[in-house]
């Protein structure tokens, strides 16, 4: 496939922005800034000819290409998300692009302490002569899912300046605050108006991925017992200390992020917070499975209830959340979607990989919006972390799946 790539070039301008979302702003989108590379995108991509872009006031970019073909073809989706992580800054990203990688430790020259370990990163053994881009190492980078962005943006461009490859009508979708989880709360699926999509929110070169967590949020409130310090023996029930023993009643060994991998599901706290008197425990629950869920749901209230009961004049409440659930009911009714995802891998040279997301991506919730969509890799690599990585290769690559993905859709009309 004949392709003048434009991909990285926009990368590194893309990157450059400061998109990072905030789980604590009750405001849509969560931060403003996110909106700076919304105008960029739907003004770019109305130079390129997608006439109807734009950004709305939640900040999602939509556009289409239209169909060029004769038959009669079901309307996708490419859809990546423009916020990066909370959990590393995102302000000040200094992109560098380290040419034929030769192996070895990748050494970030902004904190020297930083450093990409072929052990620790075991993709980069695949990296031999390809050009790895990461940041400086004071920030992250934002392949995460910036990467994708870009990818779906350089597809774009090959299709308007190759008006002879044929195509269905393809909708174009950026959104804002997928990592906060709202990365679908205000979107006009009718606006929309796809039948079937693809994230491009992917990591290792080949990767589809059909399966994610099921998930929600837990609240415990705890309500103690409130006195004057100097007077409260046998009176005075700390919640910070009843909080305090319901962690440290959770497994050492089982069932948290950094004991499990694979199917494994976990039980993670995420932040406490309050006084003597009241605390909130936010916990994150995640199996692949519903009823696993739901395990882990009640093996939480019965540590807290527990715990509790041993205090006698306090008391909790528990909520629970649901957050998004396993896109794989959805994608088995619809097996075209992946299918014609695999064939579009073997297009581009590369041999497709099956794979399940330990995580979620806006595609979880589309699905079950109505919008059957799988999760395509973009090439990012240690997402939310000062040691992020792409290549340029993989993002070229994905470039040409996400090309092929729309010709098989015609193909097969």
Known sequence: MNIEYTCVERFLKYVQIDTQSDPESKTYPSTEKQKDLGKILAEELKQLGVNDAHMDEFGYVYGTLDSNSAKKVSVICFCAHMDTSPDSSGKDVKPIIHKNYRGGDIILPGDNNQVI?????????EQIGNDIITSDGTTLLGADNKAGVAEIMDAVHYF??????????????????????????????KKLGADFG???????????????????AVIIKVHGVITHPG??????????????????????????????EGREGFIHPVSVSGSAESA???????????AGLSEKETYLDNITKNVVFSYRNSSYEFKVIESYRN?????????QVVDYAIEAVKRSGITPKKKII????????????????????????????????????????????????????????
Not at 198 to 216: H, R
Request: glycine share 8%.
């Open 358 to 413: 330990r995580g979620g991506t806006d595609g979880s919730r589309l699905s079950f919006m109505g919008l059957p969509c799988p999760n395509i890799f973009a090439g990012e690599h240690a997402f939310h972390s000062k040691q992020e990585w792409v290549s340029v290769q993989d993002m070229q690559k994905a470039v040409e799946t996400i090309i092929n993905i729309a010709v098989v859709w015609e193909e097969k009309a």
């Open 280 to 290: 909130v425990l936010k916990f994150i629950i995640r199996d692949f499975e519903v």
């Open 231 to 260: 007077y409260a023996k046998g009176k005075m029930e700390n919640a910070i200390k009843i909080a305090g023993d319901i962690i440290a009643r959770l497994p050492e060994k089982t069932m948290s992020p950094e004991t499990t």
């Open 198 to 216: 693809y994230t491009i929110d992917g990591e290792t070169l080949g990767n589809i991925e059909d399966e994610s967590f099921n998930a929600d």
């Open 327 to 335: 896109m794989k009911s959805v994608l088995d009714e619809h097996p």
């Open 160 to 189: 308007t300046t190759h008006p002879e490859v044929k195509h269905g009508k393809v909708k174009i979708l950026f959104t804002p605050d997928e990592e906060v989880g709202r990365g679908v709360d205000k979107l006009d699926m």
């Open 117 to 125: 370990r072929p052990s620790e990163h075991i993709h980069l053994a």
